[in-house]
Antibody
């Protein structure tokens, strides 16, 4: 079955960077894109960015452009989310999700809590 | 940027029908998906591309989309359906989520 296993909780200082991993299994990794979605405390779901696991193309939400990088390592079927210049507003649970096709996300990782505090 | 609007909360009695609207400009021209999200768990896709139920999703979940409003309908609502529900679309450039609706089964 499809599994997306994410790395563990991160605690960061303001101005630092985070890098969360998402190891995929149970399907052909290069056949489905991977997206990253976050949920801040008390807030809704927010799409962060997307990567084509086929050719490495990326697309990021406008509010994150310039400080976000999504990447993959096909040899280990792992996707990564890097977010730089962190502020307390970046405190959230970050989810990776498998794109079912172009339209939505049919499998999700368990989430990674990233806490940003001085 | 494209926006999707949902009511913050919907209440329903057990066995009754819950209707959750999601509005956006010309939303009927786009595909809408719906997710169920329980606190501390990962979101679950319950409706894809307006009205398709993924494998394992009960038949009591259905969806529609026309004009400026998409709707998730939960028939014969059960206590285990109590959760947050989010609509989501692709606006041609970015993925967009609605603000979310808390469904309470009273």
């Amino acid at each position: 079955q499809v599994r997306l296993v994410q790395s563990g909780t991160e605690v960061k200082k303001p101005g630092a960077s985070m890098k969360v991993s998402c190891k995929a299994s149970g399907y052909t990794f290069t056949s489905h894109s991977i997206s990253w979605v976050r949920q801040a405390p008390g807030q809704g779901l927010e799409w962060v960015g997307w990567i084509s696991t086929h050719n490495g193309n990326t697309n990021y939400a406008q509010k994150f452009q310039g400080r976000v990088t999504v990447s993959t390592d096909p040899s280990t079927t792992t996707a990564y989310l890097e977010l730089r210049s962190l502020t307390s507003d970046d405190t959230a649970v970050y989810y990776c999700a498998k794109n079912s096709g172009q339209w939505d996300f049919d499998s999700w990782g368990e989430g990674t809590l990233v806490s940003v505090s001085s | 940027s494209y926006e999707l609007t949902q009511p913050p909360s919907v209440s329903v009695s057990p066995g009754q029908t819950a209707t959750i609207p999601c509005s956006g400009a010309k939303l009927g021209d786009k595909f809408v998906s719906w997710y169920q999200h329980n606190t501390g768990q990962s979101p679950v896709l319950v409706i894809s591309q307006d009205n398709k139920r993924p494998s394992g999703i009960p038949e009591r979940f259905s969806g529609s989309n026309s004009g400026n409003t998409a709707t998730l309908t939960i028939s014969e609502t059960q206590a285990l359906d109590e959760a947050d529900y989010y609509c989501q679309t692709w606006d041609g450039n970015y993925y967009v989520f609605g603000s979310g609706t808390r469904v309470t089964v009273l």
